[in-house]
């Protein structure tokens, strides 16, 4: 009697502890899931403003260039391939280019 008696304790005890770690898992899971989540939203807004920014300048550039090149100045920006020169069109010879002007 005594025998089934620590037994059944046994049991409970067993029980009340995978209850206790099943708990404890769904809570770690569900906290690793909400980290990974905060996570790729950071991740995701990082990558937006780079996207944002690089446009932001490159509209900045190009603008500058085409300021500079309708008043007969001509922009160089060092660093740049061949293949990335372009010509613009000038104000006084709409017809014409007018040099060479990196972008």
């Known amino acids: 009697m005594i025998i089934t008696f620590l037994w059944i304790i046994y049991a409970v005890m067993l029980f009340a ?6 708990n404890r898992t769904k809570t770690l899971q569900k906290t690793i899931v909400t980290l990974l989540r905060k996570i790729d939203m950071n991740d995701n807004e990082l990558l937006e403003n780079s996207r944002a920014n690089i446009l932001a300048e490159n509209t900045k550039r190009n603008d500058m260039i085409q300021i500079l090149n309708e008043y007969g100045i ?5 660093g740049l391939t061949e293949n990335e020169i372009t010509r613009f069109k000038t104000k006084s ?11």
């Not at 010879?93 to 972008?103: A, E, F, I, L, W």
């Open 17 to 22: 502890t995978y209850c206790v770690t099943s």
């Open 93 to 103: 010879y709409q017809g014409d280019y007018s040099g060479n002007v990196r972008c």
């Open 74 to 78: 001509y922009f160089m920006n060092y």
